[in-house]
């Protein structure tokens, strides 16, 4: 039985004097107890189709929205929801239809407790439940998302939760009144695998209970071959292709469908890596790095513990190779890599790049040999300053440090800088926000490129990129690791990009190294506990 039909779905914006076709002539159904995955990239149109669906567009600049979608619940006449009033359709959202968006964060109130949120959606949907009853199923759905002690957390703020337990409150929000379909907007997409693996099961198990249907929007098909049964595939607003998973996967027809799949860290053509990895003298080179940080408490903010982010870390980096720093949310990998660049001033062991000790240099001495040590972010939005153009963004580094004779001389080494990360010259005179994340993600290599380093930190620089984009800047980097020579730490929680990108690879948890050696043995055969959870949590297409 059709849960859901969508016909000739179009959703127009005007922006100035531009029309924006987000969902442009878009059809699909959706079968009662199905799970239908639309993928693309970003800007594809697949959150504005699940925003039409739920009738909350922005009506501010919404130029057109027509088309047919016809809804039947259980038991009920199928209703075209593009129709129903405002007051209508609150009575669909939640109870028949619900949503979980990607941030959860942004979709929780930041001034009640999980359990008074939860609360207040049954309570609009199931007005006759007595308190003690609406309580209970509460209770009930938040054991359902298998969240830890629910007792003591319903009294928790969401600033208390991680991100995982934050995104099965969601879940247990949506499922609290026990709609027919659930829209899932990206809900795995900033979690950890092992976390996001938790969370695929648990919302395969609560639709296999219940018998809802699911429309799950992602880009990782990784994570289709999983949990979709049909898969439909979007492009500038347009969907071109749909069809079961297996063949979309397999047998993709459309060009773009291929494009997509041909992108995948897994499908890239391997690069040559060093015949013998770990002859060569190591350039940065750690010994029992700590950081520490303090945890104070009580009205005179005594230390009463510390939090061991480093705890005890020995790890030596080939010149001219990539290691790879795996590990969870809060294992510490971001905070060893600013350690490595005293971003974050370390608590005791010593940091040495080519036998010199960095640990020991002053602020001054340190600041002259920032150039030889640099470090891409993984938001480059928030590490771009707004106010300076592209020009000003990687000229002023060199003008810090004395690179080029004069402000052309600096403008025809931006030019260059620019080209290698294959960006056009134009490119000078605009500012960050008026490009989009892969640009972003090129203009901070090409600053981090400005000052000519040896050693680089890569931090999660495509954890938010599509596929294809991806897979550009990843080859991008092994040209220019080729080129100059560069050695690079690249932190990431993705083994795709991985086995993919590095020589070597380091698992972090808790502070500590658990294993390490060359990528292709830690990948194929881990020999830490820790190291195989994380490798069997990994969504993998299946050849």
């Known amino acids: ?82 129709s129903l009033s405002e007051a209508a359709m609150q009575q669909v959202r939640g109870g028949k239809i619900a949503m979980i968006f990607q941030e959860p964060m942004s979709s929780l109130n930041p001034v009640f407790t999980i359990g008074e949120q939860i609360l207040e959606a049954v309570r609009l949907h199931f007005s006759t439940l007595s308190e003690a009853d609406a309580w209970q199923r509460v209770m009930q759905s938040l054991a359902a998302v298998q969240l830890p002690d629910p007792e003591t957390r319903v009294h928790s703020y969401p600033h208390q939760l991680s991100g995982g337990q934050r995104q099965r409150v969601m879940i247990a929000m949506a499922m609290a ?112 790095l700590q950081i520490h940080f303090p945890v104070r408490k009580g009205l005179f903010r005594r230390v009463v513990d510390q939090v061991r ?33 005293r971003l974050t001033e370390p608590t005791a062991g010593q940091v040495a790049y080519d036998d010199t000790d960095i640990t020991q240099m002053n602020r001054a001495q340190l600041r002259r040999f920032r150039r030889h040590m640099q470090i891409i972010f993984q938001d480059p939005i928030a590490s771009l300053n707004p106010r300076l153009s592209i020009a000003g963004i990687l000229t002023e580094p060199m003008k810090v440090h004395g690179i080029g004779e004069n402000s052309e001389a600096r403008l025809e080494i931006a030019r260059d800088l620019l080209s290698q990360v294959q960006m056009e010259e134009e490119t000078l005179w605009r500012y960050p926000h008026e490009f989009s994340g892969g640009q972003r993600q090129r203009i901070g290599i090409a600053r981090a490129l400005s000052l000519d380093p040896s050693f680089i930190v890569c931090d999660e620089i495509t954890s938010a990129l599509d596929v294809s984009v991806q897979a550009e800047i990843l080859r991008m980097l092994l040209e220019l690791r080729a080129r100059r020579g560069l050695t690079l730490l690249f932190i990431t929680h993705n083994i795709g990009v991985v086995e993919y990108v590095s020589d070597r690879t380091a698992v972090m948890y808790q502070g500590k190294i658990v294993e390490q050696g060359r990528t292709e043995d830690i990948v194929n055969r881990p020999s830490h506990r820790y190291t195989r959870q994380l490798i069997a949590a990994v969504p993998r297409v299946p050849v």
């Open 1 to 82: 039985m059709i849960l859901l039909s969508v016909k000739q779905l179009r959703t127009w914006f005007r922006h100035q004097a531009q029309v924006i076709k987000a969902v442009d002539e878009v059809s699909f159904e959706i079968a009662r107890g199905e799970t239908f995955c639309l993928v693309g990239e970003s800007g594809s149109g697949k959150s504005i189709t699940a925003l039409s669906i739920m009738q909350l567009l922005p009506q501010s600049n919404l130029q057109q929205h027509t088309g047919e979608i016809r809804f039947q619940a259980e038991g009920e006449a199928p209703v075209d929801l593009a």
């Open 177 to 288: 009144c026990e709609p027919d379909l659930l829209i899932a907007d990206e809900p795995t997409t900033a979690l950890d695998v092992t976390v996001q693996r938790e969370i695929l099961r648990l919302m395969k198990a609560l639709q296999q209970r219940t018998g809802m249907a699911m429309l799950f929007i992602t880009h990782d098909f990784g994570v289709v071959s999983q949990i979709a049964d049909r898969v439909g595939v979007m492009q500038q607003g347009k969907l071109v292709e749909i069809g079961v998973t297996e063949q979309i996967i397999h047998r993709p027809g459309h060009a773009y469908t291929q494009s997509l799949i041909a992108a995948l860290p897994e499908n890239l053509a391997l690069v040559q890596k060093h015949d013998v990895v770990g002859e060569q003298a190591p350039l940065i080179k750690l010994s029992q």
């Open 309 to 341: 982010a480093v705890d005890g870390v020995d790890l030596a980096i080939p010149r001219g190779q990539i290691l790879a720093l795996v590990g969870e949310s809060g294992s510490g990998k971001t905070t060893l890599g600013r350690g490595i660049l």
